[in-house]
């Protein structure tokens, strides 16, 4: 069966450090990948997407990026954070064209 | 522009006591509709999905129907552990290639002993 890990599960970094969330996807290749991020009070905003190594989409400007390098690898990074980085980042896969799952997030805070 | 809205935003009910969650979407043609579960501090779980109007899926205690303006997930005899907020998205016909998903807000739902 597949599974998704995502890492850390906690992050508390200051104003302007550099951020890395790492994705791996088990158990299934070629995967469609996703970084969504949610913020109290508002619904799942669509980050990044993927749908092949090397091949990002971005949905939304800003301060994030975001990389493929391996198939079933998916990072989320920012050279400096912002104060309005904080929230909630989740990975998320799909075979292409079908549901999307997701992992158990990581709680990032900026301080 | 694609739009999901829930209703209500939060729900209290007895353990026992059916209700339902409406999700209503704007959408310029449906490839299908997801409902999601989510505990606090987790990602959100997959319940279903629908693709046409008139579709019904089952699961538990769980009833989700489409019509071609909302959905409802329906919760019979809810218990303490369905207590969580529930989640609804649209995916449209366009966008091949990908999965883009758009969510509403959510309706969390507390289900009291």
């Known amino acids: 069966s597949q599974t998704i890990h995502q890492w850390p599960a906690t992050l508390v970094q200051p104003v302007g450090s550099p951020l890395s969330l790492e994705c791996t996807v088990e158990g299934t290749s070629n995967p469609n990948l996703y970084w969504y991020r949610q913020a109290a009070g508002r619904g799942l905003q669509l980050l990044f997407y993927s749908v092949g190594i090397g091949q990002i989409s971005s949905e939304v400007p800003q301060n994030l990026s975001a990389s493929r390098p391996q198939d079933r690898q998916f990072i989320l990074s920012s050279k400096k954070l912002l104060l309005s980085d904080s929230g909630f980042y989740l990975c998320?896969?799909?075979?292409?064209?079908?549901?999307?799952?997701f992992g158990e997030g990581s709680w990032l805070t900026v301080v | 522009e694609d739009q999901v809205t829930q209703s209500p935003e939060a729900l209290r009910l007895q353990e026992g006591e059916s209700s339902s969650l409406n999700c209503s979407y704007t959408v310029s043609g449906l490839r299908g509709l997801f409902w999601y579960r989510q505990d606090p501090g987790k990602g959100p779980e997959f319940l279903f999905t629908l693709y046409s109007a008139g579709e019904e899926k089952e699961k538990e205690r769980l009833k989700a129907t489409l019509t071609k303006k909302e959905s409802f997930l329906h919760i019979t005899a809810p218990k303490p552990e369905d207590s969580a907020t529930y989640l609804c998205a649209v995916l449209p016909l366009r966008g091949a290639g990908s999965y883009q998903l758009t969510f509403g807000k959510g309706t969390k739902l507390s289900v009291i002993p």
């Open positions: 998320a896969w799909s075979p292409a064209g079908n549901t999307i799952y």
